[in-house]
């Protein structure tokens, strides 16, 4: 059961059925109840009477009444009732054994049906609900009595139905309402600061979907919480080294005692590049983040794009003993692309494969699948590790965990970068690694339509 519709529906049905179900077996055992009773009190009615006096005609006496009485069940409810006497008052038949043998005058029987045959009694029906307390007859006919006493049973039935109505829609409301509870509870704490709150998911219906729906937002939520403390932390410590590099020599300057050089202006200019480079990327991420990275898109041969980014490392990788190859066929579909940014991507692809692979191979390859493009960088180098392999595209993420800062320093921000910017061409990117054997990252980038 999926939907919450079906379970409302099911629910009501359920609620209706069950009702009508009561109503009508009260009603039904009421019914036959009180027509038994209607019959053996209306007067001038033959039913019993003949009867009676088939059985008496049968054995020429009233010998084995009681047992027949008793066995036959189409006067279950009628037997329960009566009181049959002989022709000299006394009881023959009863349904309780005490009264058995006794006469109309120690019971106080009034108002009996009589029995007769030839013209002479020989035996009186008496019904015992008749009788109020202290032995007079009731004052409604027996018609009156009948309808009154069916209405009453009508009336219990529907109210024993509403009742039973009322406790299922408690249950049922209680069950659909528990889990907008606890989302309502969530969502107060929520507001109050605390990120990350979790809620039961009791069924896959509307509802379920809402609290699974609810957790995944909330877990969202807490971890963009956490990375941009994060980032906030990682930014302050990427400017702080920079700047105190920085204010430590311009002060040596200002105050004479350090002498400028070369050497000194370089590692000054590095520290500035560092910065600007930082800013500028920061700037990209933020961009993307808002949607309004600017792209001047056009046809581009994913081949030409590959062996761009390859002539531009070819000569850091022959440094390095790395075979370094585009395998791409020659007739690819175009994509549309910004081809400053898509160069930006792979180059980063690439300057990560030349920093980790020593003495091995880097391919770029293309291929064409169903409406995509596939751009692949693979490695043979050291690989990624499993646990740092999720959290590649992080950013300020460093997979050796290092926070040194080389001669070329690096922001962390190159793969949160790529990702943004292959993301706002409406492709995908995707990182495998195998520690000791190296990476591959596929670009997945939409076909133009041109």
């Known amino acids: 059961m999926r939907t919450l519709a079906i379970k409302l529906t099911l629910a009501f049905l359920a609620v209706g059925i069950s009702g009508a179900l009561l109503v009508a077996v009260i009603s039904g055992l009421r019914t036959r109840q009180e027509f038994g009773r209607f019959v053996t009190q209306r007067r ?40 049959l006497v002989d022709a000299g008052d006394t009881v023959v038949y009863a349904h309780a ?32 609900s008749r009788f109020a307390s202290g032995g007079r007859l009731p004052r409604m006919s027996p018609e009156s009595f009948f ?8 009336g219990l039935a529907a109210l024993i139905a509403a009742l039973l109505a009322l406790a299922l829609g408690i249950l049922l409301s209680r069950a659909l309402t528990r889990p907008l509870r606890e989302l309502t509870s969530a969502t107060e704490v929520m507001s109050a600061g605390q990120l990350g709150a979790q809620v039961n998911v009791y069924s896959q219906d509307e509802i379920g979907k809402l609290a699974s729906s609810f957790n995944q937002m909330s877990s ?51 520290e500035v590049a560092h910065l600007q480079r930082l800013v500028e990327d ?38 390095k003993d790395v075979d370094l190859r585009v395998e791409a066929p020659e007739l690819l579909p175009s994509v549309a692309v910004d081809l400053e940014r898509m160069t930006q991507v792979l180059n980063n692809l690439v300057t990560n494969a030349l920093r980790h692979t020593s003495e091995g191979k880097i391919t770029l390859s293309a291929e064409s699948r169903n409406s995509f493009v596939t751009l692949q960088v693979a490695d043979t ?23 040194r800062r080389g001669g070329l320093a690096q922001s962390g921000l ?11 061409h409406g492709g995908t990117i995707q990182a495998e690694s195998t520690p000791g054997e190296g990476s591959r990252f596929t670009i997945q980038l939409p076909k133009s339509q041109n």
């Open 147 to 154: 309808l009154r006493n069916v209405n009453q049973a009508t």
């Open 414 to 424: 190159g793969l949160a970068i790529a990702k943004a910017i292959v993301e706002a």
């Open 282 to 319: 920061l700037r990209t991420l933020s961009l993307a983040d808002a949607g309004e990275l600017p792209l001047a898109k056009r046809a581009v041969d994913p081949k030409a794009l590959l062996e761009r980014a390859g002539l531009a490392h070819v000569m850091q990788a022959s440094q």
């Open 97 to 128: 054994p005490e009264n058995r043998g006794l006469n109309t005058t120690e019971l106080d029987l009034e108002g009996g049906i009589p029995i007769e045959r030839d013209g002479l009694r020989i035996g009186t029906i008496y019904d015992l």
């Open 44 to 83: 001038g009615n033959p039913l019993i009477a003949d009867l009676m006096l088939g059985h008496y005609m049968k054995n020429d006496s009233w010998v084995g009444i009681q047992d027949w009485l008793d066995s036959e069940p189409l006067l279950e409810v009628v037997r329960r009732r009566i009181v």
């Open 220 to 270: 969202e939520l807490a971890e963009a919480s956490r990375l941009r403390k994060q980032l906030t932390a990682d930014i302050a410590h990427d400017l702080r080294t920079p700047l105190t590099v920085l204010r430590g020599y311009t002060e040596g300057l200002s105050e004479g005692s350090i002498q400028g050089r070369p050497e000194l202006y370089q590692l000054l200019h590095q």
């Open 381 to 403: 180098g050291a690989g990624i590790a499993g646990d740092d392999l999720q959290h590649i595209f992080d950013r300020f993420f460093r997979a050796d965990g290092s926070r």
